[in-house]
């Protein structure tokens, strides 16, 4: 991630000052970052999008999986683009800034997210699990393929590890699943998914 800017911006002017390259960028306490994933990073999102997709498909839900959209947390000074996130087309109709800048604000509206796990391990275990946890969002999926996080969220011996963090009386529980696990959803629980097959993603 990488930092374009030094002067705090609430959320609004974030949004009003997003550059237009191509790139995707989010608002971190004020500061606006550049998001520069890696390519084993987009495959794992690649791999659960197709699988997500399937299981919407299957279950004939009305959900939908954007290409990129942006979270806006109750924090002024907070906007995130997950990695993967699962919307209820249902909802988007009363997102007020959804048709004029793909922008999301009620939790109900996203049942689930997921986040890659990189070098800025610290925002997804930190910042965004707290902030999605105040919208509301369902599920939360921290996929930490490469275990950075700290030893007091994954462990030790560190080990790849992706923690589903479930909303339960307006707080999540967390449960890690490991190598040989099998995955568990609640908003897809038809789903067939092990950790090992989300690995597999970025060894084939």
């Avoid at 930092?3 to 009003?16: D, G, K, M, N, S």
């Avoid at 004939?60 to 942006?70: D, N, Q, S, V, W």
């Avoid at 030893?151 to 080990?159: D, E, L, N, S, T």
Wanted: charged share 25%.
């Amino acid at each position: 991630m990488v930092a374009v800017q030094t002067q705090p911006l609430e959320f609004e002017a974030f949004l009003a000052q997003y550059p237009d390259d191509g790139r995707r960028y989010e608002l971190i306490e004020g500061e606006m970052i550049a998001v520069l994933p890696t390519g084993p990073h987009e495959e794992i999102a690649g791999l659960l999008v197709a699988e997500f997709n399937v299981a919407i498909r299957r279950g004939g839900r009305p959900y939908m999986i954007p290409r990129a959209c942006l979270l806006k947390p109750q924090a002024p000074r907070s906007g995130y683009q997950p990695d993967v996130a699962v919307c209820d087309r249902r909802q988007l109709r009363q997102e007020p800034l959804w048709n004029t800048a793909s922008v999301i604000e009620s939790g109900v509206t996203v049942p689930l997210v997921v986040e890659v796990v990189s070098t800025n391990w610290r925002d997804d275990y930190g910042h965004k699990l707290i902030e999605y946890e105040a919208m509301g969002i369902q599920e939360y999926w921290l996929v930490d393929y490469r275990a950075l996080g700290g030893v007091r969220y994954i462990g030790r011996p560190k080990q790849p590890t992706i923690t589903i963090a479930n909303l339960v009386e307006g707080e999540y529980q967390l449960q890690q699943f490991r190598q040989g696990d099998m995955l568990v959803s609640r908003v897809f629980p038809e789903l067939r998914l092990t950790v090992d097959e989300v690995l597999g993603a970025i060894e084939s």
